[in-house]
């Protein structure tokens, strides 16, 4: 870019070719704060001030404007040319003060510092071009710049030849090669990677090298792309001409072609890179906001995206097409304005129908591009007086509007709207082509991260739905769950726990895996989970669980394989028994020392392989221990043995805490620190608390009518002793009942009756007979069959079950007051 640096001019065409050659440019680079970060030999050269007293140094002190329009260097006027000229866009001082975000160009006079060709208080006839730096990080504005009076003192031109200079790019047959302008390069503009030095010496290579060439035959455009700022009336050649006069020599025939080409060229690679940009995620919000920010600066100065209600709840594909009662949100804003300027005008999250006489209505309803190539003062009112909350008119007034439909699969999702500033070019018909192009590539991406989210929140209520809602609290023990999702797409897995109230208050903990992932894993799942909640009311011991359980697998189809922990906690007796289908061992954390150990047990086949016996074992407990149930996602990650995984579910187990959630959380914590896990979680804690002596009562009755009235005395002696007087009379009713059946219907032996206090009373009838009981119609005039139905009223629950040859019916009372 800066050729200065080699030679002070450019080697000419060709022999015959006296009216072409090249001067050198200064290259000067601005950031974001006017400060000049990169000052090249040829700005030095030009402008007389060396690099170390210009970089950081506000660039407007620098270049200094003197004017709006130039005088010659002897004092007089330029000739009629440069009274036509009205300027390509903003002038030199406001493009280094980062007022633009679009390419501009123009003519401006300079005073020089130290220049060491112009006396005192002459001043610089220059030519000069600024390019926003497009890319991450952020802005910088490269500055290009060229001595004017060269070209008479040095080439001697007059005014009517410079008057048809026009900036161009030198062919490719001129430039070095790639190589070695890939690696002058950084060298120009420093703090460039091989990476992007690379990319852009590609373009070079296709779009030419930036130098100020002066023909008096040829016209080629001076900005990299399209949107600088043109005076109207002129054709695109003659519209990049600095010096504002039209050509006396007509354009060479096939230059228009390859100027439209080239603007074609120019937004097929804008659209490229926008597609390259979006979509890098699929979440939504993330989507919402690349997508917005694609449009700004290089196509619009403002844009704001507008979605359905459907959409962004990632709800089902929306029905039938936008109306007047569709409520739309903005859902992202993104300009090149001050910051915070449109907060209040149009804040990103408001949620309204947009009013039909809009062309926001009109776009959304069609589904087709609005374009309207600058919004009069008239019409600015017009379309904000439909919006009753908003007034429009210092955001639309003056401005260039395009409104281009969101759309995905011919429904219209929303919609986006796009301004570009007053002294920029209006949207025009090619423009309204490539936004409707954008919006397309948009609108599918969009529908995507829309389809991740509905899919996901599908998984996310599957999988709510199939889990338990776990007491925290069951009969002498205390519970914790927590469940993790895979990060796996889908996000739906066969991990399962599950907490089953059975009678004697005993507990049954359950933890399960069923191999694989998504909905069939998901669907096995709650079919193994229903049949253990069956048969575990059923009273069904452990093995024989397993057992049935596994012939469930092998009934439902081959493929259904799952491991399976079934264990039952009984707090009066202080008993865990365990039965174990191919899972990973329980963690039991001792209260008496704090400390925690794998529970040894036979650790069986998967359910559904088959063949392979089940064994239970007895374990001992004591009041406060902790038993630790979960999946292997939580101790199993790709890479790293098992056995460190339990070794440190171990460890994490025996940490105190303030609480059975505080547990479950330290555990995660600990075990699920890596990137690792793909798999999803189940964990179970369970504090054991068990149930003191003391509030447990037993007595043996004959199968008498008079013991009736004896197990009325003894509950009433027991309530009064535990000091619950309010619940003695209906207690002494509902216990009479049961007790009533069990003489009448008991072959022969002894009747058992035992009430267990807890958050509830439980009362518990045993006799020898296996038939369970079962609710009666009783008539007005029947002496018998309304026991049950009294139980069943004035109970909380009740229930029966059956173990060998004899059963037990059970009730619940609530405690209250």
């Not at 000049?36 to 030009?46: E, I, T």
């Not at 990299?224 to 006396?248: I, K, L, N, S």
């Not at 001992?620 to 999946?631: E, H, I, Q, S, Y």
């Not at 460890?651 to 547990?663: G, I, L, V």
């Amino acid at each position: 870019m800066d050729r200065g640096s080699e030679r002070d001019t450019a080697p000419e065409r060709g022999a015959g070719d006296t009216a072409a050659g090249r001067i050198p440019l200064a290259v000067v680079v601005v950031d974001h704060a006017g400060l000049v970060s990169h000052w090249s030999s040829g700005a030095r050269r030009l402008f007389g001030v060396r690099r170390d007293d210009a970089v950081g140094r506000l660039a407007a002190d620098l270049l200094p404007v003197s004017g709006a329009l130039p005088e010659d260097l002897h004092g007089d006027r330029m000739p009629d040319a440069y009274e036509e000229y009205d300027g390509l866009g903003p002038d030199l001082e406001s493009s280094l003060g980062g007022h633009t975000a679009y390419a501009t160009a123009g003519r401006a006079r300079l005073f020089p510092h130290g220049h060491e060709r112009t006396p005192d208080g002459e001043r610089l006839d220059v030519l000069w071009w600024a390019y926003p730096l497009v890319g991450p990080g952020p802005f910088r504005l490269l500055v290009l710049a060229a001595d004017a009076t060269r070209l008479r003192d040095e080439r001697g031109y007059d005014d009517e030849t410079a008057e048809r200079i026009s900036p161009g790019f030198a062919r490719h047959t001129e430039l070095p090669a790639s190589e070695e302008l890939e690696r002058r390069l950084p060298e120009i503009l420093p703090n460039m990677g091989p990476g992007l030095s690379g990319r852009i010496v590609a373009q070079i290579l296709e779009l030419g090298y930036p130098v100020l060439e002066f023909s008096q035959f040829d016209r080629v455009p001076v900005t990299p792309y399209w949107g600088v700022p043109r005076r109207r009336g002129r054709t695109r050649a003659e519209a990049v001409v600095p010096q504002g006069r039209a050509a006396a020599a007509p354009v060479p025939a096939g230059t228009e072609q390859d100027l439209e080409y080239a603007a074609v060229r120019e937004r097929l690679e804008f659209l490229n890179e926008v597609s390259s940009g979006i979509g890098s995620s699929l979440d939504l919000g993330e989507t919402i906001r690349e997508v917005t920010s694609a449009a700004v600066p290089r196509f619009a100065d403002f844009a704001g995206t507008h979605l359905r209600a459907a959409v962004l709840a990632g709800e089902g594909f929306p029905d039938g097409p936008p109306d007047a009662s569709t409520v739309m949100f903005r859902v992202w804003v993104e300009h090149n304005d001050e910051p915070g300027r449109w907060d209040d005008t149009v804040p990103v999250g408001e949620a309204f129908a947009f009013p039909e006489h809009t062309p926001f209505f009109k776009c959304m309803s069609t589904g087709e591009p609005v374009l309207i190539p600058r919004v009069t003062e008239e019409l600015g009112n017009r379309i904000s007086g439909e919006f009753e909350k908003r007034d429009l008119r210092p955001l639309i007034t003056g401005r260039s509007l395009l409104i281009v439909p969101l759309k995905a699969r011919n429904v219209v999702l929303g919609f986006m709207v796009l301004m570009r500033r007053p002294d920029r070019p209006a949207f025009d018909d090619m423009d309204r082509t490539t936004g409707a192009e954008l919006a397309a590539r948009a609108g599918l991406v969009l529908d995507n991260a829309r389809m991740y989210t509905y899919q996901e929140n599908v998984a996310d209520t599957l999988q709510d739905s199939m889990l338990p809602q776990v007491n925290p609290r069951m009969a002498g023990c205390d519970i914790a769950t927590r469940y993790l999702p895979g990060t796996r797409l889908g996000r739906i897995g066969g991990d399962w726990f599950d907490t089953i109230k059975l009678p004697g208050s005993r507990t049954a903990l359950v933890v399960g895996d069923v191999m694989g992932h998504g909905l069939n894993s998901a669907a096995m799942m709650g079919q193994l989970r229903t049949a253990v909640q069956t048969m575990a009311a059923m009273e069904t011991p452990p093995v024989q669980l397993l057992r049935n359980l596994d012939d469930l697998a092998r009934r439902l189809g081959d493929n259904y394989l799952a491991t399976c922990l079934y264990a039952v906690y009984d707090p009066i007796g202080g008993e865990l028994t365990l039965a174990n289908a191919g899972h990973i061992p329980p963690v039991l954390v001792r209260a008496e020392d704090g400390g925690s150990e794998l529970i040894e047990l036979p650790t069986g086949a998967p359910i559904g392989v088959g063949g392979v016996p089940f064994e239970a074992i007895r374990v001992k407990v004591a009041p406060g221990d902790r038993l630790v149930l979960c999946t292997d996602g939580l101790v199993e990650v790709r890479g790293s043995d098992i056995g460190e995984g339990l070794a440190a579910l171990c460890e994490s187990a025996a940490h105190p805490a303030a609480s059975m959630d505080d547990a479950c959380d330290t555990i995660i914590r600990a075990l699920n620190t890596g990137g690792g896990r793909k798999d999803d979680v189940a964990l179970l804690l369970a504090r054991l608390n068990g149930i003191p002596d003391e509030h447990v009562a037993r007595w043996w009755l004959d199968a008498d009518p008079r013991e009736v009235a004896r197990a009325r005395r003894l509950v009433r002696e027991r309530l009064l002793q535990w000091g619950l007087p309010q619940a003695v009379e209906t207690a002494e009713l509902l216990a009479s009942e049961v007790v009533t059946n069990a003489v009448r219907h008991a072959e022969s032996g002894r009747i058992g009756l035992r009430v267990v206090r807890t958050d509830a009373l439980l009362f518990e009838v045993t006799d020898d007979e296996p038939a369970l009981p079962a609710l009666l119609s009783a008539g007005p005039y029947d002496e018998s069959g309304r026991g049950l139905r009294v139980v069943s009223r004035l109970a909380r629950e009740w229930g029966a079950s059956v173990d060998g040859h004899r059963k037990t019916v059970w009730f619940e009372q609530a405690i209250t007051g």
